[in-house]
């Protein structure tokens, strides 16, 4: 997995478990610090192709083309996605 087109700094881990993948992904900064502020990222997944991303904790998903879904950020924003693999 990578990140791309961020203005702040978006930290991520992934984990695998039974056909998923756990995408954990959080925005570094706040107004104090100099790289804080809002940015969207775009992350890239091999091998997931066209799918949708769950983002369970907030109801909602996204779409992915080409292995590829954006989401934005504020500071210090976290967001936790759901992969089927």
Request: contains cysteine.
């Amino acid at each position: 997995m990578t990140v791309s087109g961020v203005s702040t700094t978006v930290t991520t881990l992934t984990k695998y478990l039974c056909g998923h993948a756990y995408v954990f992904a959080m925005s570094d900064g706040d107004a104090a610090h100099p790289r804080s502020g809002t940015t969207n990222a775009t992350f890239t997944v091999d091998g997931l192709g066209d799918a949708t991303v769950s983002v369970p904790e907030e109801g909602r998903s996204l779409r992915a083309t080409g292995g590829r879904f954006t989401d934005s950020f504020g500071p210090y924003q976290w967001h936790i996605y759901r992969i089927r693999m």
